[in-house]
C-alpha cells in the first residue's frame, strides 16, 4: 500500500468519482445501443479495474457479467495480452464461454486507460448480443446441442480495437457468422463507445488528484471493503450449510438436473462454496462453466451477508466457489451452454435454501422461475432475419416482513421488455400479459404470483427456442410458507391446446399462439398468520380469489 497520505474528504470524492464513471458505462451503453435485450432489458454490465487488474467498482447491472468480470480481466492479462502489450487505443472483445459469463451472446469488451503513456486502469462492459450464430435464432437453443462449435460464433480475446478505432476486418468477420448484423453492430459501437466516453473521465480523475492518490484510495477502499466481508462472514455461525433443488430436465425426455451446495462459514470470516455434489455435465445448451457459477455464487453471499459495502476485489478475497471437473458447474469445453442463463435464479434460490435456518431473517420463499424465449426467422415484410428476444419476470418469494412483489427481476437486475417494442420490431403480437390469480404461494407473507404472456407469431414460419422451468419442481415455500403454483407452457391455448416442456425448439406457423404461464413464487410462514386485511386486500387487487383465501386461509366474508 502506497504512503500517500489520504483524508476523508479526498477519499470519498474519489470513490464517488470511481462508482459514478462504472455506472456512466452502462447508463451509456443502455441508450446508445441498437437491441431490445440491451436498451430495455438491461441485459449489460459494467466495471473500472486497476492498472493490475484488478476490481475496483462496478454499475447495479448484470450479477452474472458482473461476477465473471474479475476472473475475465485476470485471464485475458495473464494468459493473452501480458505486460504491456496493449497500446493505448487498444480494446480486447471475447466472448468464450469458459473464459467469459458462460454462452457465446455476452460480448465483453476490455479497455485499457493510458494517461501520458502509463497505464493506469481499464474500463469494460458486457452487452448480451440478440444473436451471435449458431443452431437456433438467439443462440441459446437447449435441445439437441451437444458441444459448444453447434452454439454459434466463439471469440477468444482479440485485439477488436486498434488507435481507437474498430478493426473492419475482424467486425465483418463477427457480421459474417450472425443473423442480425445491423443490430450486433450497433450493440458492439454503443460498446465501445460507452468505454471510451469512461476512460476520459478516468483520465481527468488521475490528472486532477494524481496516481498515487488516485491508486492509494482504490487500496484503501479494498482493505476496507475486505474487512467488511470478513467481519460479516464471521458472524455466521460456522459449520457447514446445505441446499439441493432440481431443474426439470435438460430437455424433453430426459433427467432433472441436481442442484447441491455445500456451503462452509469457518467462523474466522471466510466461506467455501462446493458445487461438487450436483449432476455431471449434460449433453445440451445448459451447462453453467466456472465463471458463471462464482458470479452467482458470490451474488448470493454477498446479498446475505454484506449488501451494502460496494463490490470490488476486496469483497471477492475472503469467498471461495469451487466445483468437481466436469460437473455440471464447472464443465469441460466445449460442454455447450447457450441456455445457461436460466441457472441463475436457481442458483440463488439453493443457496436461499441453504442458509435459511442460519439466516432466517434474510431468507425468502422461492422466486417465481422466469422465461427467456427466443422467436425467430425470416420476416416476411422485410425479407430480413428477426429475433424476438424476450424477457418474462415474475414474482419474488415471501419474505419474514413483506409479501413478495410481482413483475421484478429475480436475481439479475434485468427488465421486462414493454410489449410495445416487442410488436414494432418482431412480427408478433402480445395477446395477453397479466399476473396469474392464485398463483403465489400462501403464508404468513404471500409469494409473488406468476406472469402469463401469451404470444402470437405473425408471419409464415419461424423457430421458437424456450428457455424456462420450475414446470416439474415447486418454488418451495419456508418456514410453512406453501410452494407457488408450477409453470406450464401451452401452443395454442384456445385451439387444439398442447403442452410444452420447458426448455425445446420447435417450429410455428403463422397464429400460433405461445403462452408462457410462469410459476408462482413461495410463501414464508404459515398461512394460518396471514393477518385479514392482507388476505382483503389480496381479494380487491385480484391476487387471489375468495374461493381460495377460504381454502389456504380459512377466510370468508366477515372475517
Given at each position: ?6 483524508d476523508?474528504?479526498?477519499l ?30 438491461d ?13 475496483v ?36 472483445l ?31 462492459n458486457s452487452a448480451?448480443?440478440v ?26 480475446p ?25 443490430k ?139 466445483a ?62 428477426f ?38 420490431h ?86 400460433d ?12 410462514g ?16 385480484g ?17
Amino acid at each position: 500500500m502506497s504512503d500517500v497520505a489520504l483524508d476523508p474528504l479526498t477519499l470519498t470524492v474519489i470513490w464517488k468519482n470511481v462508482l459514478s464513471i462504472a455506472e456512466e458505462i452502462g447508463i451509456t451503453l443502455r441508450h446508445t445501443a441498437y437491441s431490445e435485450g440491451v436498451r430495455e432489458g438491461d441485459d449489460f454490465s459494467s466495471a473500472v479495474f486497476d492498472a493490475r487488474g484488478r476490481l475496483v467498482s462496478q454499475g447495479p447491472f448484470s450479477p452474472g457479467h458482473l461476477g465473471s468480470f474479475p476472473y475475465v480481466v485476470r485471464a485475458v492479462l495473464d494468459d493473452w495480452f501480458p505486460g504491456e502489450s496493449l497500446r493505448p487505443g487498444d480494446a480486447v472483445l471475447l466472448n468464450d464461454s469458459a473464459i467469459g459469463t458462460g454462452h457465446f451472446p455476452d460480448t465483453m469488451l476490455i479497455m485499457p486507460v493510458f494517461l501520458d503513456g502509463r497505464r493506469i486502469g481499464f474500463v469494460c462492459n458486457s452487452a448480451h448480443q440478440v444473436d451471435m450464430g449458431g443452431a437456433a435464432p438467439g443462440s441459446q437453443k437447449v435441445q439437441g446441442v451437444t458441444e459448444a462449435y453447434q452454439e454459434g460464433l466463439r471469440i477468444l480475446p482479440i485485439r477488436f480495437v486498434r488507435d481507437g478505432k474498430i478493426d473492419e476486418d475482424l467486425l465483418r468477420v463477427v457480421l459474417g457468422n450472425v443473423r442480425m448484423p445491423d443490430k450486433v453492430q450497433g450493440d458492439l459501437i454503443a460498446q465501445h463507445s460507452a468505454n471510451c466516453s469512461a476512460a476520459v473521465r478516468l483520465e481527468r480523475l488521475f490528472r486532477d488528484y494524481g496516481t498515487a492518490t488516485v491508486e492509494r484510495v482504490y487500496d484503501e477502499m479494498m482493505v476496507r471493503s475486505e474487512a467488511a466481508m470478513r467481519a460479516a462472514l464471521a458472524k455466521v455461525p460456522a459449520g457447514t450449510y446445505s441446499g439441493e433443488d432440481f431443474l426439470d430436465d435438460y430437455g424433453p425426455d430426459t433427467p432433472p438436473v441436481r442442484i447441491a451446495i455445500d456451503i462452509t462459514f469457518d467462523g474466522l470470516g471466510g466461506v467455501t462454496l462446493d458445487y461438487s455434489r450436483s449432476s455431471d455435465q449434460v449433453p445440451a445448451g445448459l451447462n453453467s462453466y466456472l465463471n458463471f457459477t462464482r458470479a452467482y455464487a458470490v451474488f448470493a453471499i454477498k446479498v446475505f451477508c454484506n449488501a451494502l459495502w460496494p463490490q470490488n476485489d476486496g469483497n471477492l478475497r475472503p469467498i471461495k466457489v469451487v466445483a468437481r471437473e466436469g460437473s455440471f458447474f464447472n464443465p469441460r469445453f466445449p460442454a455447450p451452454s447457450g441456455g445457461r442463463a436460466v441457472l441463475q435464479v436457481r442458483v440463488f434460490d439453493t443457496i436461499n435454501q441453504a442458509l435459511a435456518g442460519a439466516m432466517p431473517e434474510r431468507a425468502m420463499g422461492a422466486f417465481s422461475h422466469w422465461s427467456n424465449p427466443n422467436i425467430g426467422g425470416i420476416d416476411d415484410r422485410t425479407g430480413r432475419a428477426f429475433v424476438m428476444y424476450d424477457m418474462a419476470l415474475a414474482g419474488y418469494g415471501g419474505r419474514h416482513d413483506c409479501d413478495g412483489p410481482e413483475g421484478l427481476s429475480p436475481v439479475m437486475n434485468c427488465s421486462n421488455i414493454p410489449v410495445e417494442v416487442l410488436e414494432t420490431h418482431n412480427p408478433i403480437l402480445v395477446r395477453r400479459l397479466e399476473f396469474i390469480t392464485n398463483s403465489g404461494g400462501a403464508g404468513k407473507h404471500r409469494g409473488g404470483c406468476g406472469l402469463r404472456k401469451d404470444i402470437e407469431l405473425r408471419n409464415s414460419t419461424a423457430t421458437l427456442s424456450l428457455l424456462g422451468d420450475r414446470h416439474k419442481f415447486d418454488p418451495r415455500g419456508l418456514f410453512g410458507g406453501e410452494p407457488g403454483v408450477r409453470a406450464e407452457t401451452i401452443l395454442n391455448p384456445d385451439r387444439n391446446a398442447r403442452s410444452l416442456p420447458s426448455k425445446a425448439t420447435l417450429a410455428m406457423q403463422r397464429g400460433d399462439v405461445v403462452s408462457l404461464r410462469l410459476s408462482g413464487a413461495g410463501g414464508y410462514g404459515p398461512p394460518a398468520a396471514r393477518e385479514g386485511q392482507a388476505i382483503a386486500r389480496d381479494i380487491a387487487d385480484g391476487y387471489i380469489t375468495a374461493e381460495h383465501a377460504k381454502a389456504k386461509y380459512g377466510y370468508g366474508p366477515g372475517d
